[in-house]
């Protein structure tokens, strides 16, 4: 049993911020009391209770990444590197990664793509204790074409039949929730982003097969008609949502935007720290709509597809800090990575909000990230289910060159 102190705490409950002293009991690796200090009922507690004080500072819930890879290392070649690597290297590469994203915060992710279902494996390892890392939602390989998006991670399957039962043998390795690639992408060679690659009854059996086992679909969706489609088959979330049109043109269709809204689709934007310098070296011509969907009453959940080219698991910070440089209110984008991501993954039961009876998830951070989400860097505590880590020593975050990315040919004037 310990007692955390700090002058602030944003709790993402309905009850609001603590501004004048706060308080979160932890006790079995859970929340036991949160409050102000002055309301701790400490005649009830040892008068030796194991303390940390932290003054200037403010208790905020565990961060969540609703997207990420723990198989790809955000290098400048993580595909090559995977289809390299054997089982047991890429093993080390995920302990590595799940590790980079505790130690800048996150106590949540959503692993969106791995193979051979080592995914499962960490997840399984981190559960029991064996390993310190985030908690894990685990997806498998992503169903895609045969040659499709992705294909090296062993989730080929063409047809309705094909792909339900391939939904049937991801649910029986134990993942948690089924991702399929409604679009082409970036980072796969003969891939295009715009290109739908199932059609309506193959994605519609994924979710049909999906939610009859309780679990949920993530649709990987770059171009306007993979959109289109999945949200018509009832996907629980859209990955990227980035309306890339065949010109290769980014601009939001405001009639999808608003079905979006109305399906309750949450979209997961893996808007990430390299957004803002892909967006300058454009020339404004990529430009994730993240605000505008916000506006229109999308559900908008924080993710950073972290892995992939030049995107390192612990640039995690600088995502939130795009999401706010492109129009969300950093209360918004706090929500985003709590409460919000907490609720639409099912995980509102567990995390997301300093309340009595949740997973002890909590961070502690010099400053107050309400007014500059840089605050979020300085960290002084991280809990990850009421276990203390002391963060890893990171490398600084790479410099970022348009020209170097898969998605350098989309833009006018970058090769």
């Known amino acids: 049993m310990k007692l955390y102190t700090a002058d602030r705490m944003l709790t993402q409950t309905e009850s609001g911020d603590i501004t004048n002293g706060a308080a ?31 003054g200037d500072a403010t208790l905020l819930p565990g961060l969540i990444d609703a997207h990420v890879h723990l198989g790809f290392d955000g290098g400048a070649n993580p595909v090559q590197r995977m289809m390299a690597e054997t089982d047991a290297e890429q093993l080390l590469l995920m302990v590595r990664s799940a590790r980079e994203l505790l130690s800048v915060g996150v106590t949540t992710a959503r692993d969106l793509g791995a193979r051979s279902y080592l995914d499962v494996t ?19 390989s992503p169903i895609t074409t045969t040659g499709g998006h992705c294909w090296f991670m062993g989730g080929e399957a063409d047809g309705a039949h094909e792909v339900r039962k391939l939904v049937r043998t991801h649910h029986r390795a134990g993942v948690d929730t089924l991702k399929i690639m409604a679009t082409g992408g970036f980072m796969t060679a003969g891939s295009a982003p715009w290109f739908a690659q199932f059609e309506h009854d193959a994605l519609a059996a994924a979710v049909d097969e999906a939610h009859r086992l309780n679990k949920q679909v993530a649709a990987h969706a770059h171009g306007v008609a993979g959109i289109e ?44 720290f390299r957004t803002v310098a892909m967006h300058e070296a454009s020339g404004g011509q990529f430009t994730p709509p993240v605000a505008e969907l916000h506006d229109r ?105 348009l020209a170097q990315s898969p998605m350098a040919a989309q833009f006018g004037g970058v090769r």
């Open 24 to 54: 979160v009991l932890v006790a079995k690796g859970r929340i036991a009391w949160a409050g102000r200090a002055a309301d701790f009922p400490a005649s009830n507690y040892p008068e030796a209770l194991p303390t940390r004080e932290f």
């Open 122 to 140: 960490v997840r399984d390892a981190i559960t029991a204790g064996v390993l310190q890392g985030p908690r894990l939602l685990t997806a498998g």
């Open 229 to 272: 489609r999945a949200i018509a088959v009832g996907v629980d979330t859209i990955e990227h949502c980035s309306f890339v049109h065949e010109d290769g043109s980014h601009a939001l269709v405001p009639e999808l935007a608003d079905r979006l809204a109305a399906a309750q689709v949450a979209v997961s934007p893996t808007c990430n």
């Open 297 to 401: 009453g999308v559900t908008i959940i924080a993710s950073t597809d972290s892995g992939i080219d030049h995107t390192p698991h612990h640039a995690y910070v600088g995502a939130l800090e795009a999401m706010h440089f492109f129009g969300m209110s950093r209360d918004a984008v706090l929500a985003s990575a709590t409460s919000v991501a907490a609720s639409v993954l099912g995980l509102s039961h567990e995390t997301g909000r300093i309340e009595a009876g949740l997973a002890a998830d909590l961070l502690a951070v010099r400053g107050d990230p309400r007014n500059d989400l840089a605050d979020l860097r300085q960290l002084e505590l991280v809990l990850a289910r009421g276990t203390e880590f002391v963060p890893d020593a990171l490398s600084p975050l790479p410099e970022f060159d």
